[in-house]
């Protein structure tokens, strides 16, 4: 009796315990360095840099517009009502505008509203042919006066000091780039939305910020990112493509390993607010082209990149590390565990196993959420109630990277990012990769 109670002991603790080398080698790694940046940029409190000198940098928003109808004309008016008291000149670039009239009608609507505003100044650019975001992009760089260029989603919408708030940051002339907070606006749709706006909450405030403080960024942001004009064109613009954010952001790193001193950064205070995927067949949807593109991304496009040479020690420890391991390998190792657990080991191994996996994670999560809010919030009394979902959030993120591993391998078999609704067909096939 004693003897079957003791294999039975010894395999519940095997059965936690071959997780644990996982955990310590690559998932804690990763939530220390998070908390260490989070906590050397916020305590004490960081110092303001300092304010721009007049004039203020004229600033240039690219928006990219397709399908967007009438929406766009939010993402245009929080624009047109920022406080930022230099120029702002707003490049909305209509994608396949034969086809996205809705779009462009609204958007001739504002620039009649908007024809006497004081240092704000509004284009329509329509590309009747549809080309994708990388041709809107570019087309918008190529028109842009500002020395600073945002790169914006025609979904998005902005608190009223984000360009204020950005162009302070890149008054450090060692800032060459810099992306902001996303929040879902939608978070009250129903349970998918809260998650993901606790996700966003972890995975792109807490993150970013810990990630930034020892200049490590993991990504500068498709919806909303900014750029020093010059920076951009020294590295030949954006690339056709999907992914085409992470794209950039690696060749910047390139660029950046060159001239150490350069700063990729996140601004916590400069805010911009996206719609949310509001059920779970849409989330999956958009997941299998997000977690595809990181494997084609890395091991594809950007494999001759890791190299110390090229992207400097930190930036090139950290991409393998937080991108290759944590975000491409993981997923596999997780799903292997799982099949290895439920094969192997009876119900109450299984059962035992994960609830302590789920107990470490969920006080990670009480530990970056709640530093968040503590160091970084600007909304306290809205976020706060983000962390009551926290019991949910471990279940959520298992669930997400076992999709993961659907989306890498349907990548890696299937080339899924040549079959995206980023860009015609037609410029995907350009790609080699």
């Keep these: 009796m004693l003897e079957s109670v003791a294999v039975g002991v010894l395999m519940h603790l095997g059965a936690v315990g071959v997780f644990f080398p996982v955990l310590l080698t690559i998932e804690l790694p990763v939530y220390l360095t998070i908390i260490l940046g989070l906590t050397r940029d916020r305590l004490p409190p960081r110092p303001a840099d300092p304010r721009p000198t007049l004039p203020a940098p004229t600033v240039s928003c690219i928006i990219t517009c397709y399908n967007e109808g009438a929406c766009v004309e939010r993402t245009v008016t929080t624009l047109m009502e920022q406080t930022y008291r230099g120029s702002i000149e707003i490049l909305a670039i209509v994608d396949g505008a034969a086809g996205n009239t809705e779009t462009l009608v609204a958007l ?60 302070q940051r890149m008054a450090n002339p060692d800032v060459i780039a810099l992306t902001g907070t996303l929040r879902p606006r939608n978070h009250h749709a129903g349970l998918w939305t809260r998650l993901q706006a606790l996700e966003y909450f972890i995975g792109l405030l807490a993150t970013r910020t810990g990630l930034s403080a020892f200049n490590v960024i993991n990504n500068i942001s498709g919806a909303f990112g900014v750029f020093r004009r010059d920076a951009l064109l020294r590295v030949g613009g954006w690339e056709c493509g999907t992914a085409e954010d992470l794209d950039l952001t690696l060749r910047l790193k390139r660029y950046n390993g060159r001239n150490p001193r350069q700063i990729l950064a996140f601004e916590p205070t400069a805010v911009a607010h996206t719609d949310v995927p509001e059920t779970l067949t849409d989330l999956l949807r958009q997941r299998l082209r997000w977690d595809g593109d990181l494997y084609y991304m890395y091991v594809r496009k950007h494999r001759s990149a890791f190299s110390p040479d090229l992207l400097g020690w930190p930036n090139m420890i950290a991409t393998v590390w937080y991108g290759l391991i944590h975000q491409v390998a993981l997923p596999f190792v997780i799903a292997g565990y799982l099949f290895w657990l439920v094969l192997l080991h009876p119900p109450a191994a299984v059962l035992t196993a994960l609830a302590v996996v789920y107990v470490i994670y969920l006080a990670i999560t009480m530990v970056l959420g709640g530093l968040a809010v ?60």
């Design 374 to 433: 503590a160091l970084l919030s600007e909304r306290r009394r809205s976020d706060l109630p983000l962390l009551a979902i926290a019991p949910v959030y471990p279940v959520y993120r298992g669930l997400m990277r076992l999709w993961s591993v659907v989306a890498l391998l349907a990548e890696i078999i299937l080339h899924q990012h040549k079959d995206t609704s980023m860009a015609p067909w037609w410029v995907l096939k350009r790609s080699q990769y």
């Design 108 to 167: 001739k609507r504002l620039t009649h509203r908007y024809a006497r505003s004081s240092r704000r100044r509004m284009m329509v650019i329509p590309k009747w042919q549809r080309g994708g975001r990388v041709s809107s992009l570019n087309t918008g760089l190529y028109l842009s006066r500002g020395q600073i260029v945002m790169a914006l989603d025609g979904d998005t919408s902005f608190d009223n000091d984000m360009v204020a708030n950005a162009v």
